[in-house]
């Protein structure tokens, strides 16, 4: 009886020891991809703020497309 305690007694810490080590894997596996979507994110943001650097230069440049349309309706209708 005792050594059946025994070996119930290990078979529980055995389960225990096993659960822990997977959850410890799970969290590396979490920490992981969030460490991947963190940087991801950044370069989203980097690209993001580049476009719109981008659009801000290409309106900055180029006139308002109303006052063009303004001007060939004019030019269409004459």
């Not at 050594?3 to 822990?20: C, F, I």
């Not at 991801?40 to 349309?69: H, V, Y």
Request: hydrophobic share 30%; no cysteine; net charge negative.
């Amino acid at each position: 009886s005792r050594q059946k305690m025994d070996s119930l007694h290990t078979a529980m810490k055995e389960k225990m020891r096993e659960s822990m080590m997977k959850n410890l894997d799970e969290k590396a596996t979490m920490n992981l991809r969030i460490e991947t979507l963190e940087k991801l994110n950044g370069k989203l943001e980097k690209e993001l703020e580049s476009a719109r650097a981008t659009i801000e230069n290409l309106l900055a440049t180029q006139p308002a497309p109303e006052m063009k349309d303004e001007t060939t309706q004019t030019v269409d209708s004459d």
